[in-house]
């Protein structure tokens, strides 16, 4: 099966789940998540009107984007791994949404090059729903304290929250307390849901759903 195939595929899923939790067509916006494939695995994915792609780092994204960017200029790049403080400006210049701001220096450098750029891709904040010690994000208990320091110390512009749940655990206690979260921080994008769990984040209200292996297939990691 195709790259483009699969992505049929995952459409037509995203639609059914939809569905059975009663939600508005079309609500859950696809990220097709791109890292370690090349040009020429994501391009028949663009040519099959794919326009949402996500990345996890900066200097992988700039090596490859540009070019295909030329191929579609209304693609739409995500950034959804952890960010240093020191790629903010690239940051800022190639991503039109980044999914993980997680911590005051991300969200002051991120200030410093947005205003210096003027622009302003979308934010959202990532939280720590599992309290993992190696994994990026925010504590929960600790989100709306960071999301008002965002918006009134920094003067960022936050529009949702992004979750990865311990590999380990059921994701449905994850992805129903970044949607509780969210609700009360009255944030309207819930970024959640993986190749293995997308379904179900759809069913607590994921706005965005990021699955990589089961559109470009198995990743080949570098030993």
Known sequence: MSAADRLAQIRSQISEAESAAGRAAGSTKLIAVSKTFEGSDILPVIQSDQRLFGENRVQEAKSKWPALRETAPDIELHLIGPLQSNKAREAVE?????????????????????RALSRTPKLLVQVNTGLEPQKAGIDPRETADFVARCREHHGLSISG????PP???SPGPHFA?????ARDL????LSMGMSGDFETAIAFGATYVRV?????GK???PA
């Open 186 to 189: 009255g944030l309207a994008e």
């Open 212 to 216: 990589g292996s089961a559109i470009f």
């Open 177 to 181: 307390l970044l949607a509780k979260l």
């Open 167 to 169: 590999a380990d655990e």
């Open 161 to 164: 929250l992004m979750c990865i």
């Open 219 to 221: 990743r080949d990691y």
């Open 94 to 114: 190639l991503f039109d949404v980044i999914h993980t701001v997680d911590r005051d220096k991300i969200a002051a450098a991120l200030a410093t090059e947005m």
